[in-house]
């Protein structure tokens, strides 16, 4: 049948879009009399969303978020001082656009890395590269990065990075090695115009969020 031989081809060519949807494109199509134009452009659309996806579920693993909570868990009956209106700015990440950085602050417990992850995971959904990383941990890497004789690739592989979340980031006071670490990290981010999501514990709310 045609249908199989259609099947096949997009398989073969990689369309696992089209693959996937093209019967109940084809029944749709029949259906409602759409055109062949209308037809093609809804098969294509599968075929970007499906993309789309698969892109965004890489990078969701590859990010390394500790959990799985989303913009819509956040509870906002609950006043940690972050407004409906910052919110929804937020959730569009135009501060990645804008190659801003994005400062978090509040009291242990107010539930800014609930807020960080969930921003982080709406990126990856968007197909913008996202890492979270403990600022502890990010050290960890950085001597073994060192030790290993590939401190200035790690850092490189880093800023490759769009946007990139340092959790824990004014936990604690740094030596003067970590300091330069991160301004190493910070500084070759700045000249490829790229921005940053801190997330640091201090008696502030969270509406002081940049």
Not at 17 to 42: D, K, Y
Not at 44 to 63: S, Y
Not at 78 to 85: E, I, V
Not at 182 to 192: F, P, Q, S, T
Request: with cysteine; glycine share 6%.
């Amino acid at each position: 049948m045609i249908n199989d031989q259609i099947k096949t081809t997009a398989h073969s060519l990689r369309l696992f879009g089209m693959h996937a949807n093209f019967e109940a494109r084809a029944n749709q199509a029949a259906g409602q009399g759409l055109s062949h134009l209308e037809f093609l452009r809804l098969i294509l659309e599968d075929e970007v969303l499906q993309r789309k996806e698969r892109v965004a579920k890489m990078l969701t693993t590859r990010a390394k978020f500790r959990s799985a909570v989303e913009l819509e868990d956040w509870d906002q009956t609950f006043d940690r001082g972050l407004t409906k209106a910052k919110l929804r700015e937020i959730s569009t990440h135009s501060f990645v656009q804008s190659n801003e950085n994005l400062l978090i602050l509040g009291k242990t417990g107010e539930g800014k890395t609930h807020l960080a992850v969930a921003i982080g995971r709406r990126l990856c959904a968007d197909n913008i590269s996202t890492l979270f990383i403990p600022v502890s941990f990010l050290f960890e890497e950085v001597q073994a990065a060192r030790a290993s004789g590939k401190y200035l690739g790690y850092i490189k592989r880093l800023s490759s990075i769009r946007a990139l979340i340092l959790d824990d980031f004014g936990l604690r006071n740094y030596t003067h090695d970590e300091a330069t670490v991160l301004v190493d990290l910070l500084e070759d981010r700045h000249r490829k115009g790229l921005g940053h999501c801190d997330v640091t514990s201090r008696p502030s709310r969270l509406d002081e969020a940049l």
